[in-house]
Structures are given as C-alpha cells and as structure tokens.
C-alpha cells in the first residue's frame, strides 16, 4: 500500500523458476490492482493457489437488508443498542449506511472465523473502537489492537481472530474503489511527505511467518453481493515468500498528528484515507484554536455536496448532546447542520478537546438500511432546536 515489501524467499528476477531444496517449481502468483497498470505483489506458493473448488459453505451477511423510504433527516444511531452482532466477523456485518461508492456497517465478533474471506467487489476500512486480535493472511499475521484502523485490498485472502478475552466493537466500510492515502500527503515519489499527519513509521504491515497449515479448508468468497462457498484439498497459506506493495496495513488513529490554527479548520485538515466517492477524517485529542476570540466548536454549516457521518469512539463530544461511545450520526446534504442548542456558545475559552471520532464525507446521498432504523433515535433531528425559542412550528 505504501511502499514495496519483501519477506520469504523468491527469485532474484520475477516470472523465473524458484524451487524448493528438493528441487521442487514454487508456484508464482502475480496479485495485481487496476488489471497489470495498478500496485502489486508477487506471491509464492508451494502449491498452485488456483486449486479450490466450488463447495456449499454457507458464511456471510445481510447485505444491506431493506431500504426504507428516504427521508431527509439528521439521524442518530445508537449501535451500542445493537445486541445481535455476535459470531465471527465473516457473519456479524450489520450493513447500516450505503450508496453506489460503499457500505458502512458495524460488527461485534466472538469468535473466530471458521473460514478464509475473500472480499472479490471491495477494499475494506475497520476501525477498532474496542477489542483486537490477529488478522491472517497467506502474506502474513497482523496484530491489531482498540484504535486501529485496519486497511485490506480487494481480493486479500484473509481471516479474523479476535481476542475472545476483551469486548469487541468495530466499524468498517466497504469501498467500491481504492482505499488509498490523500495525495496531498505524498512527494513526487510517493513517499510521505514530512508534514503528512502521518509517517511510514506509523503503518504497520503483517509479520511474515512462512507456510502454514490452520486445518481450515473453507474458502468463502464475495462477488457482486453475493457469497460463494470454496473448497482446498490443502491449506491456502502455503507461501513461502513475496514482495510487492500489495498487503494490508494497521495504524492507530492516536498517532493521527493533528493539525491546530487560529481559528477553527474544515474537516478536511483531519483528512486520513481517501476513497471514491469519500473522504475518512480522524479527530484525536488535541490543543484548540488560538485566536483570543476563536469559536472553537463547529459552526453551523451547509455542506451542499456531503452527506456527514460521525463515528464517535470516546472522549468529550462538545458540539453534541445524548451521543455516547458507538454512535453514529447522519447529517444528511440539502439541510444545514451543526452544534447543538448550547454547545456553540460554550465552547468559547476551552484550549483542549479529548475527543476521539472517525468521520466518513461522502459525495453520494447515503441510503439508510431497515437496520439502522430500528436503532435510530425519533427525537435526534428535533434536538437541534433550542428548547428556550418558544415559537411553534407550523
């Protein structure tokens, strides 16, 4: 995703035999984004990659179950409500928030996941609010651990193994396109620049362990919303070495450098991940606005082309009233948003924010699933109105 990676053992000069001390052909496979023209690895298997063979394995999620009638509406929803998303994370997705660029759905795994993933129509974006494990793959194991955000390619074969000790409460959004670093961050090179939020330092890619054999035959994989079921006579971790810039990476939204001003910045100065269609800012504790006369909180905006949702992880959530730690919010274009009743005056003099939030800009009007109704708040739009106005609607 980065930059390239080595680990292993493969040829000094690709599409060349490499083989085993006994003398052995490695089987070359070649992952490759936007057909040959994109970033991509070259794997090295000892078996040929391409053996499995359609089987019933019966895995996956609702996909986006049910689109009630739009309506133009700020929403509130209370996911820490939500109490059936248990199982492994191949089968716990609650999709609540989609368009034609991605789905946003949460999750709350237990267990493991009985079989490999492979996502064949999306990039994927976890947040970890709460919770960690390993995340697997034939190109390694990743760690990760509450605040990560977790970053797999399409077509990354992989499986889930959270910690069954700790709680668990994650986010992710499917992209329909890459997911990618904002370009503004990268020099002609490509590599970071120094006043990127971020350095190569604070991305975290999977530790290489060699071949390995989990007793897990299932291979389920996703294409055009639908899941289909693979079998191997032989495990699918069987690498033996690969390089390229193809591989998922973690990194923690607490080494998120943010940016402090004068006056209060857009979101876009919290800009992490950029994808078609969306852009996914991080709000992470930070001294704020300097101005002796600065505003501090958000103003009041119309932000024509943006559906706003804000994923909010913990701290002080000085521009909103009645959230809490896994709420999400919908703020929808055509109608201004902003502050709470109170909140916008308050906030003049505060120097310090400990707010920690993920926010999701999306070009495309946002569809909100039957799912995400059933845990929406009815009085959430009406609470921005100041309960001190006493004139009446009509």
Partial sequence: MLERLSFGVFPAKAHTALRSPSGALRYEECITRAGFDGPYSIVYHERRPHEGEPAEVHHGWTIAAGRPPRSLMRHHFKTFEQRQRGGPALDARVPLLEN????????????????????????????????????????????????????????????FVPDVTL??????????????????????????????????????????????????????????????????????????????????????????????????????????????????????????????????????????????????????????KGVSAGSISLHPSGIPHGPHPGAYEASIGCTRTEELAVMLDCARPLRVTTAAFAISDPAYHHSFVDPGDNHSIG
Wanted: net charge negative.
């Fill in 167 to 320: 709680a668990q409460d994650w986010l992710v959004i499917e992209s329909n396109g890459p997911i990618a670093i904002p370009r503004q961050y990268r020099n002609d090179i490509g590599q970071l620049r120094m006043d990127a939020p971020y350095s190569h330092r604070d991305f975290r890619a999977p530790t290489f362990l060699g071949p390995s054999d989990e007793g897990i035959r299932k291979l389920v994989v996703k294409r055009g919303n639908t899941f289909f079921g693979f079998r191997y006579a032989r495990s699918p971790l069987d690498v033996v070495g690969w390089d390229g810039t193809y591989y998922p990476v973690a990194f923690s939204i607490l080494d998120f450098q943010a940016k402090v001003a004068l006056t209060h910045l857009p979101p876009t100065a919290h800009a992490t991940f950029a994808l078609p269609g969306a852009l996914v800012c991080s709000f992470v504790p930070r001294p704020l606005d300097f101005h002796p006369n600065a505003i501090p909180c958000p103003y009041p905006h119309s932000s024509v082309d943006i559906d706003e949702v804000l994923y909010y992880v913990r701290g002080n959530f000085t521009s909103r």
């Fill in 100 to 159: 034609d660029d991605l789905v946003l759905a949460v999750l709350a795994p237990d267990c493991e996941d009985p079989a490999y993933f492979v996502n064949a129509d999306a990039d994927e974006l976890f947040f970890i609010r709460e919770g960690g494990g390993v995340l697997k793959t034939m190109l390694g194991e990743l760690p990760f651990a509450a605040n990560d955000y977790l970053c797999l390619p399409k077509g990354l074969l992989y499986r």
